[in-house]
């Protein structure tokens, strides 16, 4: 039979035998390992936690993004007719009318009534209407039109008298061709149209 030590009296660790100190000490480590395992545990739960809080807010900033942001459109593409549509408007806006004015002013008389002024300038020209007593003041009138800056040249396109009127004016449409510089260019403050002036 094999020899059973019983020792009744409680020793310190380092007087312990050799079975008995190894025993605690696993019983210790198994302890310091279960309380790391589950602070370890506890450390994941809590980044899980926050993990899954992080892509709640980014999914809710994300649909807010996206509430917010305009629905992006097809490019738009003109046709050709919508392009020069475009083009016109461009060019009515770039007109330069106080140089068109001004040269209609400098041979202004009591005896032209001027009626509408509309530029085209596709044909470098600015088509125009007026009344008048009779033919030589017209003529006149276009004479003096077409040596003044910014036109060249002035010509009758329409005549006719206004039966129903009992001074019977004469209505004529006319069109006054542009200098090359003055159809797209506006005037220059201190330029020779004022110096005339």
């Not at 019983?27 to 980044?47: M, S």
Request: hydrophobic share 50%.
């Amino acid at each position: 039979m094999r020899r059973l030590p019983l020792d009744f009296v409680q020793r310190r660790l380092w007087q312990l035998p050799v079975a008995g100190r190894e025993r605690q000490l696993l019983i210790g480590l198994a302890l310091v390992a279960v309380v790391a395992g589950g602070a370890i545990i506890a450390k994941c739960l809590l980044l899980d936690r926050a993990i899954e809080q992080a892509a709640l807010a980014i999914a809710v900033a994300q649909q807010e993004v996206e509430r917010r942001t305009p629905v992006r459109q097809a490019p738009l593409v003109l046709s050709k007719p919508q392009i020069e549509a475009v083009n016109r408007i461009i060019a009515q806006l770039n007109t330069p009318w106080p140089v068109f004015l001004d040269g209609f002013e400098r041979v202004a008389t009591a005896d032209i009534a001027l009626l509408t002024i509309e530029p085209d300038h596709r044909r470098r020209i600015v088509k125009a209407s007026a009344e008048t007593r009779n033919h030589r003041q017209m003529l006149d009138y276009l004479a003096a039109l077409g040596t003044v800056r910014p036109f060249v040249r002035a010509m009758v396109s329409k005549q006719e008298v206004n039966e129903k009127d009992p001074n019977r004016p004469l209505r004529f449409l006319f069109e006054v061709l542009l200098e090359e510089t003055a159809a797209f260019a506006a005037p220059t403050p201190g330029g020779p149209d004022e110096a005339d002036q």
